[in-house]
């Protein structure tokens, strides 16, 4: 059955450096999402992605954040310069179509930890 | 803004007792409801969802029932398993608009059951 990736499953940095979060969704998936969780806190959407650009974001979506398909398979989450409140357990999701029933398939998660 | 209100957790219940994990929602318009079950280290995978008024979606033995005059989407289970130990996050897909399919989740349930 296929399923969403991501890599690594966990990541260490210190405060100010740059991570990159990967993901490979489902392949013929079109719509495709970052959510992050910050441990004991709920699921927070990030971003959605179609078409090769972004659709919708939340606030937390800063301009430390980007996303990108640089190759028709990987999705990342790039965080510019990662802060304290960046560690989460980041989810990868993505679904082939928006109506009706459709449902988003999640990766394993990465999770960050920043020092 | 959509919102998802769990019921606080965590729930320890013995193998075989009956389960009830309340959900309630705040959104305009009839939002898609799903839950979402994350086992011990995996993902989130879904459990069951409903995309109109009066629908009930199962699986595993789970149910939970769209309720539109209640805005609530409540889980439960009539028999539960060891097996079924793991976090349970009610969610909410916006109706149409100018959604890309973004989930709104809650907090989260930890459930333990003990032989």
């Known amino acids: 059955e296929p399923e969403v990736t991501q890599t690594p499953s966990h990541q260490v940095t210190q405060m100010g450096q740059e991570v990159i979060l990967r993901c490979v969704p489902i392949?013929?998936?079109?719509?495709f999402y970052w959510y992050r969780q910050i441990l004991g806190q709920k699921v927070e959407f990030l971003v959605s992605?179609?078409?090769?650009?972004?659709?919708?974001k939340s606030e937390i979506f800063d301009d430390q954040f980007s996303v990108e398909r640089p190759d028709g398979s990987n999705f990342t989450l790039k965080i510019r310069s990662t802060k304290l409140e960046d560690s989460a357990m980041y989810f990868c999701?993505?679904?082939?179509?928006?109506?009706?029933?459709?449902?988003?398939?999640f990766g394993p998660g990465t999770r960050l930890t920043v020092l | 803004g959509d919102s998802v209100t769990q019921m606080e957790g965590p729930v320890t219940l013995s193998e075989e007792a009956c389960l009830t994990i309340?959900?309630?929602?705040?959104?305009?318009?009839?939002?898609?409801l799903f839950w979402y079950v994350q086992y011990p280290g995996e993902g989130l995978q879904l459990l069951l969802k409903?995309?109109?008024?009066?629908d009930k979606g199962s699986n595993k033995g789970f149910e939970a029932t769209y309720r539109k005059e209640t805005t609530s989407f409540h889980l439960e289970k009539g028999s539960v398993q060891v097996s079924d130990s793991a976090v349970y996050f009610c969610?909410?897909?916006?109706?149409?608009?100018?959604?890309?399919?973004?989930?709104?989740f809650g907090q989260g349930t930890i459930l333990t059951v003990h032989p």
């Open positions: 309340n959900c309630t929602y705040t959104a305009t318009g009839y939002p898609s």
């Open positions: 969610a909410l897909r916006a109706a149409g608009g100018t959604s890309y399919g973004k989930l709104t």
């Open positions: 992605f179609y078409n090769n650009e972004i659709s919708e």
């Open positions: 999701a993505s679904t082939p179509r928006l109506a009706g029933r459709a449902e988003q398939f």
């Open positions: 392949s013929n998936h079109l719509y």
């Open positions: 409903a995309t109109k008024a009066d």
